[in-house]
T-cell receptor
Framework: AQSVTQLGSHVSVSEGALVLLRCNYSSSVPPYLFWYVQYPNQGLQLLLKYTSAATLVKGINGFEAEFKKSETSFHLTKPSAHMSDAAEYFCAVSDPSGYSTLTFGKGTMLLVSP | EAGVTQFPSHSVIEKGQTVTLRCDPISGHDNLYWYRRVMGKEIKFLLHFVKESKQDESGMPNNRFLAERTGGTYSTLKVQPAELEDSGVYFC????????????FGPGTRLLVL
């Protein structure tokens, strides 16, 4: 069985500050890992994914995440937050040997203040 | 290219009524998934179609939920009769390839059962 833990249901940062959203996973097999973002009144949009290639993954809108097997983590970062980054972020894991069903964390709401 | 579309965007019904949600995947995507997010909880997998066949329906909560995918194109998810705990956001996603590739999500249907 797989599981995802996202630390912090809400994270607040100031515009221009570093964004760090934490994700830890549990998986019995080497996983695929994903970050999705949901802007208000929209669907889920893929930010980036790790599929066993490079451990540092770059995504859209300046976000990146690093896969650390020893720490079972896949934290999402962005050097400088913009107001437009305010949204809910979801970390997800899937078993690459299966049919790619996603197991999600509970989500982290990112709040950006001026 | 059109993305995943879902209809309706919102639905408010009374307990005991029937509701049918529709999902149109990205054209050519054989894999179609349904997920649900109950308020305050994580997004959870419901079921997975490959073309018109149910590949995995292990996440369906009970027999009040019926999913179909006619001709391997659009899919419907019927809830009959609806209960209060069925309220939430129902997401549809689609992907191509075998094994399936990245899942692309629709905007979701917000269901409220009163």
């Amino acid at each position: 069985a797989q599981s995802v833990t996202q630390l912090g249901s809400h994270v607040s940062v100031s515009e221009g500050a570093l964004v760090l959203l934490r994700c830890n996973y549990s998986s019995s097999v080497p996983p695929y890992l994903f970050w999705y973002v949901q802007y208000p009144n929209q669907g889920l949009q893929l930010l980036l994914k790790y599929t066993s290639a490079a451990t540092l993954v770059k995504g859209i809108n300046g976000f990146e995440a690093e896969f650390k097997k020893s720490e079972t983590s896949f934290h999402l970062t962005k050097p400088s937050a913009h107001m437009s980054d305010a949204a809910e972020y979801f970390c997800a894991v899937s078993d690459p040997s299966g049919y790619s069903t996603l197991t999600f964390g509970k989500g982290t709401m990112l709040l950006v203040s001026p | 290219e059109a993305g995943v579309t879902q209809f309706p965007s919102h639905s408010v019904i009374e307990k005991g009524q029937t509701v049918t949600l529709r999902c149109d995947p990205i054209s050519g995507h054989d894999n179609l998934y349904w997920y649900r997010r109950v308020m305050g909880k994580e997004i959870k997998f419901l079921l997975h179609f490959v073309k018109e066949s149910k590949q995995d329906e292990s996440g369906m909560p009970n027999n009040r939920f019926l999913a179909e995918r006619t001709g391997g194109t659009y899919s419907t998810l019927k809830v009959q009769p609806a209960e209060l705990e069925d309220s939430g956001v129902y997401f549809c996603a689609s992907s191509s390839g075998q094994p399936p590739g990245t899942q692309y999500f629709g905007p979701g249907t917000r269901l409220l059962v009163l």
